[in-house]
């Protein structure tokens, strides 16, 4: 494809994408966009919502060390936006730059222009609030990010956008935040007349549930809480009954850490297994320490983990979290935990 050419394609991207709406319009220039007849394929809203009072934290810088990052809250009239790209061959960047070069024509100042481990990779993206798969999905390896503002100063901006693209094997996707300080105190009605424009003379699309998420949102929960509290109950795994070989079928925990992991080169983890009281506690330690390690070989051999990146231990009935008294109270503590380790 010509470099004019595909230049011209990924405008046409950003017209589906509705970024010509008002929220992005100067005070008194009227919304004039109209999608193309002939565009070659449609981006697809997938959620929308426009609140007034409401806030939303801003990113203005990378997520750097352990440090989270920066975060500036704006306050005003909030609309959230996502959209899916029907299209294996569109990268984040070709995404991206037509609504960069909009924001900047339309007079906003770039704040912050990232990608994935430029942003800070797994610290960065769960930082944010992002709108829940399938309607937006985010790839830890291939994400950009990008912040600007208008007017005001840079304390107090007029108006503040936030751009998030992604892209998996089948589609692209774009998460776009608005905020403006100085609308109405009002929640808006929908633009019906702004969605018609997204779907008027555009050719059907596959529903939404047919776009596979890289990273659903039991593997969400499992990273928030792993880096929340520095350990987590994997609690989707399954063992034969009295054995230490772990059931086939995909495990959200197990995506989980492995996005961990390869988002973060120099972390480890510990797998430690538990058991309930019955039985003596040399059994049970072996017989927790087999399953922890039959994760560990899982991770390995299924995920591609390095093997002197995970340590297996057992430590049997010695740390229970419910009571040995109940049958519930046991399923509980027959359990496997990953802790995150320096």
Sequence with gaps: MAAGQGQRRWRLVALALGLLAVPLAPPGRARAEVLPDDL???????????????????PTGPATGAAAPPLQAIEGAISRRAWVVPASDVTSLQLLRPLRERLQDDGFEVVLDC???????FDFRFALEVIEPPAMNVDLFDYRALTARRSGTAEAPAQMVFLLVSRSSSAGYVQVVEADTTAAATTPEPDDDHDDALTKGLPALPPIGSVTPELGTA?????????RDGHVVLSDLRFATGAVRLEDGPAASLDALKEVLAARPAQRLVLV???????????????????????????????????????????????????????EGRKANRRVEAILLP
């Design 40 to 58: 070659p394929y449609a981006a697809r809203q997938t959620a929308t919502s426009r609140r007034a009072p409401d806030s939303y934290a801003f």
């Design 115 to 121: 990608a994935a481990q430029r942003c800070g990779g």
């Design 219 to 227: 593997a969400a929960d499992v990273i928030a809480t792993l880096d």
């Design 273 to 327: 297994g538990h058991t309930d009281s019955e039985g003596s506690l040399d059994t049970n330690s072996t017989l927790s320490r087999q399953r922890a390690e039959a994760v560990r070989q899982r991770l390995i051999q299924a995920h591609g983990i390095a093997p002197d990146r995970i340590e297996a231990h057992g430590v049997g009935y010695l740390a229970p979290i419910a009571s040995n008294a109940t049958e």
